[in-house]
């Protein structure tokens, strides 16, 4: 089953790279050529949960699985991100706007998806260490926690490797973000919006495969 979705997400993001080789021949301009570098990144995530998935079954070092966890919290953020990637949908000489529009939603799309993939899979990861409640909860934390860090991604421009390249400064801003909310009221409805919007995203997601597979058992 996991194999079919590898396929399956392989084929819509090749989709995704067509797209984008037509807009490219179409209208002359590699004007969205960074929407291919947020969708590999956006696959980070899920082959790293892949692979925890694979040393749980070999039951290999906790050790090793937890710093590959942690490399999964990391860029996780970089796969809903691409929603973001909206914010530059604006009409373009050389191209129709129903085009770009068609092309930057098959982006989203897919980083969602790779996401919420990775996530379900971490899900069970961590249900074999601890209660389904505490991992419901680390779920609504880790969208809050995302959601944060799609705003440092969008707006301050931070990146997932500054927090090994340029820690000081990436906390140092952090730190200045919480201390003065009232200065930053931008990240807080990002934050507050975004975190409603994957919850309930997901959450759907879930029901969506639960009410599948319910049916398919009748």
Same mark, same amino acid.
């Given at each position: 089953m996991v194999n079919r979705l590898i396929k399956t997400l392989a084929v819509t993001s090749a989709f995704c790279i067509i797209l984008l080789i037509v807009r490219i021949q179409w209208s002359g301009s590699i004007h969205y050529i960074f929407l291919s570098w947020n969708l590999f990144l956006a696959w980070i995530p899920f082959a790293l949960s892949i692979i925890i998935r694979d040393l749980k079954k070999e039951n290999r070092s906790l050790l090793l699985m937890s710093g590959l966890f942690c490399g999964w919290l990391l860029f996780f953020p970089n796969s809903p991100y691409l929603i973001t990637d909206l914010f530059h949908l604006h009409q373009k000489k050389g191209i129709p706007l129903w085009f770009d529009?068609? #092309?930057? =939603?098959? &982006?989203?799309?897919?980083?969602? #998806?790779?996401? %919420?993939?990775?996530?379900?899979?971490?899900?069970?990861? =961590?249900?074999?260490? %601890?209660?389904?409640?505490?991992v419901n909860a680390f779920v609504v934390l880790l969208m809050i926690l995302c959601s944060f860090g799609i705003y440092l991604g969008r707006f301050p421009r931070w990146n997932s490797w500054d927090i090994l390249s340029n820690p000081v400064a990436l &906390?140092?801003?952090?730190?200045? $973000?919480?201390?003065?909310?009232?200065?930053? *009221?931008? $990240?807080?409805?990002? *934050? &507050? &919006? %975004?975190? #409603?919007?994957?919850?309930?995203?997901?959450? *759907?997601?879930?029901? $969506?495969?639960?009410? %599948?597979? *319910?049916?398919?058992?009748?």
């Amino acid at each position: 089953m996991v194999n079919r979705l590898i396929k399956t997400l392989a084929v819509t993001s090749a989709f995704c790279i067509i797209l984008l080789i037509v807009r490219i021949q179409w209208s002359g301009s590699i004007h969205y050529i960074f929407l291919s570098w947020n969708l590999f990144l956006a696959w980070i995530p899920f082959a790293l949960s892949i692979i925890i998935r694979d040393l749980k079954k070999e039951n290999r070092s906790l050790l090793l699985m937890s710093g590959l966890f942690c490399g999964w919290l990391l860029f996780f953020p970089n796969s809903p991100y691409l929603i973001t990637d909206l914010f530059h949908l604006h009409q373009k000489k050389g191209i129709p706007l129903w085009f770009d529009l068609i #092309l930057i =939603l098959s &982006f989203a799309w897919n980083g969602l #998806l790779l996401g %919420f993939a990775s996530l379900i899979e971490i899900q069970r990861f =961590l249900r074999s260490y %601890f209660r389904a409640v505490i991992v419901n909860a680390f779920v609504v934390l880790l969208m809050i926690l995302c959601s944060f860090g799609i705003y440092l991604g969008r707006f301050p421009r931070w990146n997932s490797w500054d927090i090994l390249s340029n820690p000081v400064a990436l &906390f140092s801003d952090i730190l200045q $973000m919480c201390l003065h909310p009232a200065n930053n *009221t931008r $990240m807080i409805g990002v *934050t &507050f &919006f %975004f975190s #409603l919007f994957l919850i309930a995203a997901y959450w *759907t997601l879930l029901e $969506m495969i639960r009410n %599948f597979k *319910t049916g398919q058992h009748e």
